[in-house]
T-cell receptor, first 108, second 112 residues
Framework: ELKVEQNPLFLSMQEGKNYTIYCNYS?????LYWYRQDPGKSLESLFV?????AVKQEGRLMASLDTKARLSTLHITAAVHDLSATYFC????????FGTGTRLTIIP | NAGVTQTPKFRILKIGQSMTLQCAQD?????MYWYRQDPGMGLKLIYY???????DKGEVPNGYNVSRSTTEDFPLRLELAAPSQTSVYFC???????????FGDGTRLSIL
């Protein structure tokens, strides 16, 4: 059974600071997605990572995948308030498994 | 384009009632999914489909049924509603297993 662990579960950070969210998974997987969810809203796709060493960047967010370590990271650079949301990683083959999410709050 | 459309947006059911959550996509996607999200939690896969006429169970299928008679539609059926099925239900679709999923706005279901 594929298990996905995200940490931290909750994160408060000041504007302008850098931080990283971690996503560990328990078995081999051939794909990895990052999603964002605003409170009371649906999920929005951020990144698709399909190979070892893949790195994707969009604005202040950068995602990477290390399949040997079974680890993906989502790095936030110079955080701004608009990045406050819950971030989910999503692994698996046919039966996609979501992480528990990281609730990120950016404090002015 | 409308994307993924879910109806209804909100619903209250009594224990033992039945209902169907509707999901339609207009992107000609092959893959469609149903998830449930309990408060403060991640999403759990209920059922998925890789094409018309093909469905399979996800992580939490008990108490639910699905069908996929067309590429566009993927309804989710609750036969005997139970309080444990109170949740937000999301439908999603993707063109292939290597593409990100597009999510609907969700159906908030309460069972009392």
């Amino acid at each position: 059974e594929l298990k996905v662990e995200q940490n931290p579960l909750f994160l408060s950070m000041q504007e302008g600071k850098n931080y990283t969210i971690y996503c560990n998974y328990s078995t081999t997987s051939d794909r990895l997605y990052w999603y964002r969810q605003d409170p009371g809203k649906s999920l929005e796709s951020l990144f698709v990572l399909l190979s070892n060493g893949a790195v994707k960047q969009e604005g202040r967010l950068m995602a990477s995948l290390d399949t040997k370590a079974r680890l993906s990271t989502l790095h936030i650079t110079a955080a701004v308030h608009d990045l406050s949301a819950t971030y989910f990683c999503n692994f698996g083959n046919e039966k996609l498994t979501f992480g528990t999410g990281t609730r990120l709050t950016i404090i002015p | 384009n409308a994307g993924v459309t879910q109806t209804p947006k909100f619903r209250i059911l009594k224990i033992g009632q039945s209902m169907t959550l509707q999901c339609a996509q207009d992107m000609n996607h092959n893959y469609m999914y149903w998830y449930r999200q309990d408060p403060g939690m991640g999403l759990k896969l209920i059922y998925y489909s890789v094409g018309a006429g093909i469905t399979d169970k996800g992580e939490v299928p008990n108490g639910y049924n699905v069908s996929r008679s067309t590429t566009e539609d993927f309804p989710l059926r609750l036969e005997l509603a139970a309080p444990s099925q109170t949740s937000v239900y999301f439908c999603a679709s993707s063109y292939s297993r290597y593409q990100p999923q597009h999510f609907g706005d969700g159906t908030r279901l309460s069972i009392l």
